[in-house]
């Protein structure tokens, strides 16, 4: 699976949501290809984007860039909005957890807890990493295709 499916598919969603004039994606180096389940992965892109622009200023744009590292497909989710509190940073993605500066009624607490584990049956993983002055940068890592991985297993998520 190419990356560049999803992003079409994501850009699509929050288009078609009057969201997509906020995002701004780029996307670094040569084309990578993934063994994946393209919907589960993209609901991972939009549940981080949804929350990007959640709890950002509607003035403010969130930054997607997409590059491959270290043998990952990466994929970063930027925004400056309301930040996670240093203290809580430890339960972001537990289930039905919420951090307490998150607006009422906004969330149900699932989105991150469901991306960790979508990502971690394709041997991903997600990173919180706050930043100052409320800048959040979500990065979820994807395995890329190799010759290493075992044969069966290609044929599973191919399938």
Do not use: W
């Not at 288009?15 to 180096?29: C, F, N, P, Q, S």
């Not at 969130?62 to 590292?69: E, G, N, V």
């Not at 972001?92 to 049956?121: E, P, V």
């Amino acid at each position: 699976m190419a990356f560049d499916r999803n992003r079409c598919d994501v850009q699509l969603h929050f288009d078609m949501t009057g969201r997509g004039e906020r995002l701004h994606i780029k996307t670094g180096g040569e084309a990578t290809s993934i063994f994946g389940d393209h919907d589960m992965l993209a609901t991972v892109v939009i549940n981080l984007i949804d929350n990007a622009l959640k709890y950002s200023p509607e003035t403010q744009h969130i930054h997607i860039d997409t590059l491959s590292a270290h043998g990952s497909v990466v994929i970063q989710v930027s925004d400056r909005g309301i930040g996670i509190p240093k203290a809580e940073l430890h339960k972001i993605g537990r289930r039905f957890f919420r951090a307490s500066n998150a607006k009422a009624g906004s969330g149900t607490g699932l989105g991150l807890y469901s991306s960790r584990k979508l990502l971690a049956y394709h041997g991903g993983a997600l990173e919180m990493h706050p930043r100052e002055g409320g800048e959040t940068a979500a990065v979820a890592r994807v395995p890329v295709l190799n010759g290493a991985t075992e044969p069966a297993l290609q044929e599973e998520l191919v399938t």
